[in-house]
């Protein structure tokens, strides 16, 4: 299930605080300018996160990690706008894709690429 999300575009969250590890696959000025940005919200030691980003990468899709991990507010603040209590949660552009599995099943229909070239 995809739900749009509001504007601002990219910034569905208040940013993390210090704790938070950001990080990022590639410079984020390198997104081709046809390609919406990807941002995961992930959490250590979390095997979906990590399948998330592998699939990703080999779809040579470049994204931006917000780790949550110990960052209280910066999930609830997740939770609160995805209705999920899981991560990772998975953003392309305004749209909210969901976790792992859904982003799986975005591809399987092919609604992936037409997305990220949204
Ligand atoms: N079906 C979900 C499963 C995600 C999931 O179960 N994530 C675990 C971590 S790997 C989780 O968030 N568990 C609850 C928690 O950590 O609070 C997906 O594909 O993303």
């Known amino acids: 299930m995809t739900v749009p999300l509001e504007a601002p575009r990219f910034s569905p969250l208040p940013a993390p605080n210090k704790d938070c590890r950001r990080l990022a696959v590639g410079p984020l000025g390198v997104y081709p300018k046809t390609m919406a940005p990807v941002r995961i919200y992930t959490t250590d030691y979390c095997g979906y996160c990590s399948a998330a980003k592998k699939f990703l990468q080999s779809k040579g899709v470049p994204y931006e990690e917000i780790d949550v991990s110990g960052d209280d507010a910066a999930r609830e603040a997740l939770q609160a706008r995805t209705q ?3 991560v990772p949660q998975i953003f392309i552009g305004e749209t ?10 975005l591809d399987r229909k092919g609604g992936l690429q037409p997305l990220l070239q949204s």
């Open 84 to 86: 999920r209590n899981t």
């Open 96 to 105: 909210h894709v969901g976790g792992y599995d859904d982003l799986r099943a």
